[in-house]
Structure formats: C-alpha cells, structure tokens
C-alpha cells in the first residue's frame, strides 16, 4: 500500500496573506498556554471601539488559521466585532509535538485554554463571546458549547457531526486502509519516537489520504490558496491514529445541552460527512437555526457560496452579541 512518511517535521509556519495594519481593523499576534504548550493565534480588533463582543475561531481537519480564515475573520471585525482565531498545539506556528496532530480531545482542550485567554484580555468583552468553526472544528463548537454556559452563539459550518456515521459512509477497501495505518501509527507511537503520517487529503487511487473524496485535494488546495501541489504537501500529513479516534468521536451526542443560538450550515452535496448530518444535529439544538445550499464540503471558503454565507453569518452574530 502507497504510504506517505516525515520522520522530522518542526513548526512550519504558513503564508500570511493579511496585512497586521488595515483600515477599520488592526491585527495583533497574540499567544496563550494549552497543557504547557504555546499556541499562536491573531486577535483583530475594530478601530474605535471599546471591549467590543469577540469571535473565537478555529480551523477544521488538519487546518491551520491561515487557510481562508482571515477573510471571515476580516468581515466580522468589519461589523465591530473583535475576532480571535487560533491554532491548535503542533500546527502551524504553534509549538508542541507530535507536528500536526489531529486529536479531537487534544483539539477541545485547546479551544478551552483559547476561550481562558479571550475571556482575560481587557480589550475584549469576554462575556459576549461566540463561537465559529469549520468542518472538523464545527463538531468541537458543539462539545465546547455543551460545556460551557458562558457562549453567547455558535456558528457551526458543514459540521462533522457523527465519527461513526462518517466511517458507514466510506467503502470497505478504505476503512481497510485506514486501520493498517492507524495500527502502524499506534506501533510507532508506543515503541519508537517517530510517528507514522499519511496524507490529509489525497485523491481516489492515489496515494492515501484520510479526506480521499474526488473533490478532497483540489478543495484543500482551494482553501489553502495554494496552487503548487507540491508546496502544498508541505502541510499535508498527520499522524494515523486519527483513523481510531475520529471512528468514536460523536459531537451530535452533545446536541440537547446547547443552550445558546445556533446557525447550522449544511453541504446538500457533501461527499465527505453524510448530507443530513448537519440537519440532524441542528434539531437536537434547542435554539438552532438550520440552512442549508447545494454545494459541496469545500465549496463553502471561496466565490459566491462564501459571498452569501458570510453575510448571514454576520448578521447572527451581530443579532446575538450586540
């Protein structure tokens, strides 16, 4: 089987494509502690404005806050919202090993350790705070909403929801694939100090990659913004344990306990979570609102998919903060 390996990876960080001194806004380099670990984040700000109401955001599977989040971040500070947007521990800039880890425990602990540091900053109001995340990071919205009564609102785009009705919906060859590498990764792990990686995105035949669809790669590629594949495979890897813990990672289980307004926003076409999922979730939520387009799982970041989604997201978060 084709199988992708970096025995050394260190702190990479990514392209930076947002000027930290814009009109309206100014962006600050911000950092804060998660279990020991120093995690890198940027905090925009509205220019005259006051402890204005924040935004956290996160990125989802194997993302990093420089893939696409600053043009949300940059329309929500436009409307005077303060936005904090993180990466988590070993990506990005962000100290902390193994490089790239996605761990859905490891990924909630530190978007606590971010809500912490938002809640102490003074230029911030901490006490209306909402929550943004993406694919992967939408379903660690939704644990971290369950938890923590002090949120405001949640925006929760093309959600994963459900790691078992995610595996149901991939064929048997690539499950099979998929714990032959997470068992080589877990043997690594326990009896080595190298890790075993494999592709985040790949494509169907090729090399193997946990996101596999036939939309994966050139999605990842139009999120990112890059247009070399080769720079992109830079950032592409993950350990393979993530093939057992995504398995029986279940956010839809914490559904009932969000207390605070939703958006759900759901793929009609996504190939990569079951379509229904987002809808299914949204009606656990007590105070859910639930739309959906007829797009794709990675459609959502760029062109006119991103046009009519940022507005209404804006618009939720300003009715719910302000």
């Not at 009519?308 to 997201?313: E, H, N």
């Amino acid at each position: 089987m084709a199988e992708f390996t970096m025995d050394c990876v260190e702190a990479r960080p990514g392209i930076d494509r947002q000027a930290t001194e814009t009109p309206g806004f100014r962006r600050v380099d911000q950092t804060f502690v998660s279990h020991g670990i120093r995690c890198g984040a940027w905090l925009y700000l509205p220019e005259g404005l006051a402890r204005p109401p924040v935004v956290v955001m996160a990125h989802g599977f194997g993302g990093q806050r420089w893939m696409r989040l600053p043009a949300y971040a940059e329309r929500f500070v436009q409307r005077g919202l303060a936005v904090f947007v993180f990466d988590y521990r070993g990506f990005n800039d962000s100290e902390g090993r193994p490089r790239n880890y996605i761990n859905p425990s490891r990924h909630v602990a530190d978007w606590a350790a971010a809500l912490a540091h938002v809640r102490s900053l003074p230029m911030v109001d901490g006490r209306r705070m909402a929550l943004w995340g993406t694919s992967f990071s939408a379903g660690h919205v939704m644990v971290v909403a369950a938890r923590d009564p002090g949120i405001a609102a949640i925006v929760l785009q093309v959600p994963f929801t459900d790691g078992v009705a995610t595996a149901m919906n991939y064929s048997p060859p690539f499950q099979l694939r998929c714990i032959y590498h997470g068992l080589r990764d877990l043997w690594a792990a326990a009896f080595g100090d190298r890790r075993h990686h494999v592709r985040i995105a790949g494509t169907p035949g090729g090399a193997f990659g946990m996101m596999s669809t036939p939309d994966a790669m050139e999605g990842m590629m139009r999120v990112t913004g890059i247009t070399d594949e080769k720079e992109y495979q830079q950032h592409n890897f993950c350990p393979a344990d993530i093939a057992f813990t995504l398995t029986f990672y279940r956010p839809v289980r914490h559904a009932k306990k969000i207390a605070c307004p939703a958006l759900v926003i759901g793929a009609e076409k996504d190939s990569l979570f079951p379509p229904d999922g987002p809808r299914k979730a949204a009606a656990r939520m007590p105070r859910a609102t639930y739309i959906s387009l007829p797009m794709t799982h990675f459609e959502p970041y760029v062109g006119e998919p991103f046009e009519k989604l940022v507005v209404r997201m804006g618009d939720f978060l300003q009715t719910h903060l302000k």
